[in-house]
């Protein structure tokens, strides 16, 4: 994997006694990675990734903000997702897309992550919902792509493990892509500061050892 380069510290000048809001990263095949503190509703983008459910009928957290911004017609077009079990929509795990409705972005990929319970259960799980969400974006050929903390909420993922698995899963799905991919920025939008940080001192952690 080609997770690398320079870690450059974007937004915010050095005498402003401020946590910087946003950092870019460098990530394979000339595509970046932007971490950033923030609310994904307002991104402009290709699409935002949603924490869903497995009904992908609303929810709370990052799921009922999202529903709230894109308007009643999401709702609508997440029912119409066919059922692969009984009140199954997207298993823990898969990724469906939708448009974006009244959202900025033009699309949203649904993921499911899981619900945290020890690492070796939980990491693959959470990696190919990340993964899974990545490859839906290169099908459609979107550029740009915003995420949240995938079950860092009520799921219960610890901060660590979950930055841990997620700058993996991008890493490796955008290496796998290749020069021809269409992705060419991933972006993290997370609402809390503790999850920012954390997400910022893993990807600093990785591109030094590269
Ligand atoms: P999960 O069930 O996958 O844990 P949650 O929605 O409870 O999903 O939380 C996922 C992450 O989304 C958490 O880190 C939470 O702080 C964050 N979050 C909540 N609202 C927003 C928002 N508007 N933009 C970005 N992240 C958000």
């Known amino acids: 994997a080609c997770f690398a380069g320079s870690a450059a510290n974007k937004s915010i000048p050095p005498d402003k006694k401020m946590v910087p809001s946003e950092r870019v990263f460098s990530l394979c095949h000339g595509a970046r990675l932007v971490i950033k503190q923030g609310d994904i509703t307002t991104e402009d983008v290709d699409a935002i990734v ?44 898969e990724a469906r897309i939708t448009p974006g409705f009244k959202l900025k972005a033009r699309h949203v990929i649904h993921t499911v992550g899981p619900i945290y319970e020890n690492p070796k259960y939980s990491a693959p799980l959470l990696a190919s919902a990340y993964r899974n969400s990545l490859k839906l974006a290169l099908e459609h050929g979107l550029k740009s792509v915003s995420f949240p903390g995938i079950s860092t909420g009520v799921f219960g993922y610890p901060f660590d493990e979950a930055a841990e698995v997620a700058l993996t899963a991008v890493d490796k799905a955008l290496d796998a892509a290749g020069e021809g991919g269409s992705v060419k920025e991933v972006r993290f939008v997370l609402f809390n500061e503790p999850l920012y940080k954390t997400f910022v001192e893993t990807a600093e952690e990785r591109s030094v050892e590269t």
């Open 50 to 93: 949603n924490a869903a459910n497995e009904r992908m009928l609303g929810g709370g957290g990052v799921d009922g903000a999202i529903h709230r911004a894109a308007g009643g017609e999401l709702v609508r077009a997440c029912a119409a997702v066919p059922e692969v079990a009984s009140g199954v929509r997207c298993p823990t795990g």
